[in-house]
């Protein structure tokens, strides 16, 4: 009975040992590729639901992810990066080697060695080229952009953008002046709301906007969905929408009379204008009224 009984302890003994064997083995890891000076990510042992990407490994810095590094991981939900956001920016990614192409949480370390969720980030400096980010990162939520920014280069890559917000730490007139490589490059190509500071330095909605300029460009306002109110001076001669699209432009106010309005050029748009986009549009009539434009009677 007693022999029984030791049999069967070491029977249970070499299961658990083997169980944690198995365990050891099914764990997901990183293929390497090694060469003098750099190290490229060429695949995963297996699927899982989360993978830890290291910034170095085996001295070496990892440099490329390879165009299929993780097609047989169809699970994977968070990335676990061992770096900074700008430590992320140096790695060549080439376009389907991307892990956020199926993963939809991003992490990264702080000053402190913690991991945090990436679901918002700065653009700081004068010209942004942002390649490696906010193509895929679904958990990326927020976009603050400082008064410092001239120019924007792969900054949303359009579609596969997820920002929803966008903290812009300027004016209007400060936002004009930003150049866009390509109309993608603008945050508010998929995002949905947009803050500018006011007077007193308070973000606000940018629900309604005011233009007083002879020459009017919008195209810096590409996908304001927020937007609901234009307000234009009468100085307003020509306007250039170009890629703009106010899809939820509700209302147009103009302060002159229906013959300046129709007066008004519409530069490189031969398919439309503001009516295009805008439910309704007001000018003012002999009394200084604004009126609702029937423009089927006009």
Sequence with gaps: MKFTKNILIIFCLISLLSLASCDTKDEAELIY??????????????????????????GKKIKHFADDAFSNVQSLKRVYYEGTPEDWLSI??????????????????????????????????????????????????TIYVTK????????????????????????????????FRTVADNPMYEADKMYFLDEYGNHYLVEELYFDVENLDLENFLGFD???TLRL?????????????????????FEGTLNEWLNISFKDNIYHDLRTYAEEIYVKNESGEYVLVDFANE
Aim: overall charge negative; glycine content about 6%.
């Design 233 to 253: 001076s009468k100085n307003v001669k020509s306007i250039v929408i170009g890629f703009c699209q106010l899809y939820n432009l509700e209302k147009v106010y």
């Design 33 to 58: 590729q090694v060469d003098k000076y750099s190290c490229t990510i060429i695949g995963v042992t297996k699927d899982t639901e989360e993978i830890t990407i290291p910034k170095i490994y085996e």
């Design 148 to 179: 410092e920014v001239e120019e924007i280069r792969n900054g949303c890559i359009g579609y596969n953008c997820f920002v929803e917000e966008v903290y812009y730490e300027g004016t209007k007139e400060d936002w004009e002046k930003i150049k």
């Design 226 to 228: 927020c937007l609901k």
């Design 92 to 141: 060549e990614i080439i376009y389907r080697g991307d892990p956020m192409w199926k993963a939809e949480e991003m992490y990264f370390l702080n000053e402190k060695g913690e991991y945090y969720l990436f679901d918002s980030y700065t653009y700081d400096g004068k010209i942004i080229n942002y390649d490696n980010f906010f193509r895929n990162m679904k958990c990326l939520k």
